[in-house]
């Protein structure tokens, strides 16, 4: 069964500063799928930026881009200029697609982060 | 506008009364699924379907059950919460066999007393 592990439970950052995330795995698969989800104080859960295990280059969506080291199985996710609005708690998942169990999304724990004036 | 929608938002209860949260997307996705969220635990799968009349339990499915007899609709149903079901619920939706981007409701959270 795939692991995910989130060590980091609150963080917190300047606004317009960076900030990184860290995430690691652990799965005996090749092909897989790996999440960063955002949840805000509304509760949705928002997609923020995902990666293909395959491709070599790291997934970037604006303020958002990942470190993907496979070999290390890391994962994680770096805020630039980070703003008010990031404040959230941020969740890394693991999907592996298949026949047996569908679509299903492994969770972290969680890294609460807040943006600070 | 494509949207996973739960309902209620927010449910008290007493134990052992029976209780359905409900939910429905409006994206004709093949897969929908359920998941319960608690602190320090993340989210973790209750129950999925892969299609109308095909379901199959997640990683914590003792206490609830699921239906699937429409493709949009896959209710969660508590047939005698106990507090140890006190939670946040999602469901989420998402095309089958891809890695395609997966929906989620607003949440449902749920308080047993």
């Known amino acids: 069964a795939q692991t995910v592990t989130q060590s980091q439970p609150e963080m917190s950052v300047q606004e317009a500063e960076t900030v990184t995330l860290s995430c690691t795995y652990d799965t005996s698969e090749n092909n897989y799928y790996l999440f960063w989800y955002k949840q805000p104080p509304s509760r949705q859960m928002i997609l923020v930026i995902r990666?293909?295990?395959?491709?070599?280059q790291n997934a970037t969506e604006n303020r958002f881009s990942v470190n993907f080291q496979k070999a290390a199985k890391s994962f994680s996710l770096k805020i630039s200029d980070s703003q008010l609005g990031d404040t959230a708690m941020y969740f890394c998942a693991f999907m592996k697609p298949s026949t047996g169990g569908g679509n299903k999304l492994t969770f972290g724990t969680g890294t609460q982060l807040k943006v600070e004036l | 506008e494509a949207q996973v929608t739960q309902n209620p938002r927010y449910l008290i209860t007493v134990t052992g009364k029976k209780l359905t949260v409900t939910c429905s997307q409006n994206m004709n996705h093949e897969y929908m699924s359920w998941y319960r969220q608690d602190p320090g635990l993340g989210l973790r799968q209750i129950y999925y379907?892969?299609?109308?009349?095909?379901?199959d339990k997640g990683d914590v499915p003792e206490g609830y059950k699921v239906s699937r007899k429409e493709k949009r609709n896959f209710p969660l149903i508590l047939e005698s919460p106990s507090p140890n079901q006190t939670s946040l619920y999602f469901c989420?939706?998402?095309?089958?066999?891809?890695?395609?981007?997966?929906?989620f409701g607003q949440g449902t959270r749920l308080t047993v007393v």
């Open positions: 989420a939706s998402s095309l089958y066999g891809t890695a395609s981007e997966a929906f």
């Open positions: 379907s892969m299609n109308v009349e095909v379901t």
């Open positions: 990666q293909e295990a395959y491709k070599q």
